[in-house]
């Protein structure tokens, strides 16, 4: 799958690059306009090009870069409508919902696939809304260390920030029809991540942003809490440009109302917006620990990761599950070092001295490969990699064991949805008495893969956010250029 990205003239780049693509299409396409009467469908076009430029936002809730490729909920469900054409998904990444407007406008892409809201957005030009697939609710966040607002009033003399143009404008340009001291200030070129930022490091007091993009982003601003619900749901959809031709907006609409239908958005809301197990203390430790002690191990990570085809993040997440990043850590069970391995462990490896940084990196990403190559055949990715997690806390024959009552349950032992589901039976004596390896903490596997990927995803978007403030002429400086609402009045 492809990510368009360009750090240098990002506008002419994509521009160029969908000129020589849209060439192609109609260079494509010439046999059938000679050949027949009737002129080829946009669909048909696309189609017979065999890629699928899609216009989104890198971000959280939308597509990132995880361990086993680009991921994300936007990602996933506009892969899955790509792959049912026969198709190639690409990625436009664009920084923010204005930017994503107006390349839909300029034709940078043929929709978007990022979060964008029904409400507001449906009042510009020439562009038009698939069916809504995601109703999330509008919350007021503010910070920890400030008395917390319960109702609007208690808004009233708050610095709010909130993205301009945005939903989130016209929810309170409709609040203030009954408060009419109400005030906020309006950031451009920014989006709600940014938002959550300033209220996390007190640039802000309020901001408003809705349920997904808050649990989503939760466990990177741990200072930003939620207040109190609004009644008002946004409606998330694909958005699309509005011309002659609604061959391929039809059947989005058509492959979204099938995916409502069969369950594939649930399945996606609780792969991406299920609350994260990191609690705000955890979080704020981590954070902490991102700062002060992963510094002096990347390169240990990125070596042992590139050796053995493995993402740096990913090795630096289960080292800080099984240490936090503690070379000296130890537990009462014996095992020692950033990835706490046993003796016997680090001697099959052929690891020297465990407690050793480099050398426990090293031998923590040879023992999880090896673990996912012993991964039965039949378990693809992701799964495999969350079992080859799973067996690396509990070991293989507990997974195994997992993996048989999961299929004599009638589910499939291949899927990781499934077999956490009855990792927990292991510790209980009508079950672990029927099988090979016998007891086992069983649940503490399921914890232990869950909070490594929130901690990879956390990781993720540190290092995100850095390359973007080192991208920036303003770093972590507030943008100068604010719409200050009371000037309005």
């Known amino acids: 799958m492809n990510v368009s990205r360009s750090t240098i003239h990002p506008e002419a780049r994509e521009i160029n690059r969908l000129i020589r693509f849209m060439g192609s ?17 946009l669909l048909e076009i696309i189609i017979k090009s065999g890629v699928l430029p899609v216009i989104s936002s890198n971000g959280p809730s939308t597509f ?71 109703q999330p609710t509008l919350q007021v966040i503010y910070q920890r260390n400030m008395l917390k607002p319960k109702t609007i009033d208690d808004l009233l003399d708050r610095d709010i920030a909130v993205v301009a143009n945005s939903p989130h404008v016209l929810a309170l340009q409709k609040l203030r029809l009954q408060h009419p001291d109400l005030q906020w200030r309006e950031i451009p070129d920014s989006n709600t991540s940014d938002m959550l930022e300033m209220v996390h490091t007190g640039r802000a007091e309020i901001t408003l942003v809705d349920t997904t993009t808050f649990v989503t982003n939760s466990v990177l601003f741990p200072r930003a809490r939620v207040a109190f619900l609004l009644s008002e749901e946004n409606s998330i959809a694909w958005l699309f440009p509005d011309n002659n031709d609604d061959s391929l ?3 989005a609409n058509r492959y979204i109302e099938q995916a409502i239908a069969s369950g594939k958005i649930d399945s996606l809301e609780e792969k991406y917006f299920s609350k994260p197990t990191v609690d705000e203390s955890n979080a704020l430790a981590f954070a902490k620990r991102i700062e002060e002690r992963l510094p002096q191990w990347v390169p240990f990570f990125k070596d042992s990761s590139d050796e053995h085809g493995l993402e740096w993040l990913f090795l630096a997440a289960i080292s800080y599950q099984e240490s936090l990043w503690n070379k000296d850590a130890k537990s009462y069970t014996g095992v020692r070092g950033l990835m706490m391995l046993t003796n016997r462990t680090a001697r099959g490896l052929g690891i020297e001295d465990r407690t050793d ?11 999880l490969v090896n673990v996912r190559e012993r991964i039965p055949d039949g378990v693809k990715e992701p799964d495999r990699t969350w079992m080859a997690l799973a067996a690396y806390n509990v070991g293989l024959g507990h997974l195994e064991d997992a993996r048989v009552i999961t299929q004599r349950k009638g589910l499939d032992p291949n899927q990781w949805n499934d077999v956490k589901q009855h990792l927990p039976l292991l510790a209980k004596p009508q079950y672990y008495r029927k099988t090979r390896h016998g007891y086992a903490r069983g649940w503490e596997p399921v914890t232990y893969v869950k909070r490594i990927r929130d901690y990879h995803n956390i990781l993720i978007w540190h290092y995100e956010n850095l390359r973007r403030q080192e991208a920036s002429d303003t770093a972590t400086e507030e943008p100068k250029n604010t719409i200050d609402n009371m000037s309005q009045l």
């Open 357 to 367: 940084p480099q050398q426990s990196i090293e031998g923590g990403a040879r023992y």
């Open 249 to 251: 907006f039809k059947a």
């Open 25 to 41: 299409c109609i260079l494509c396409a010439l046999p059938i306009l000679l050949t027949s009467s009737t002129p080829p469908t």
């Open 64 to 134: 990132y870069e995880g361990p086993l490729g680009n991921t994300g909920f936007e990602y996933d469900l506009a892969y899955d409508f790509a792959d049912q054409l026969g198709l190639e998904l690409t990625i436009i990444d664009k920084d923010s919902p204005s930017s994503i407007i107006k390349a839909v406008h300029n034709g940078e892409g043929f929709f978007a696939a990022a979060g964008l809201s029904i409400y507001g957005n449906n009042k510009e030009g020439n562009i038009r809304f698939t069916t809504s697939y995601l």
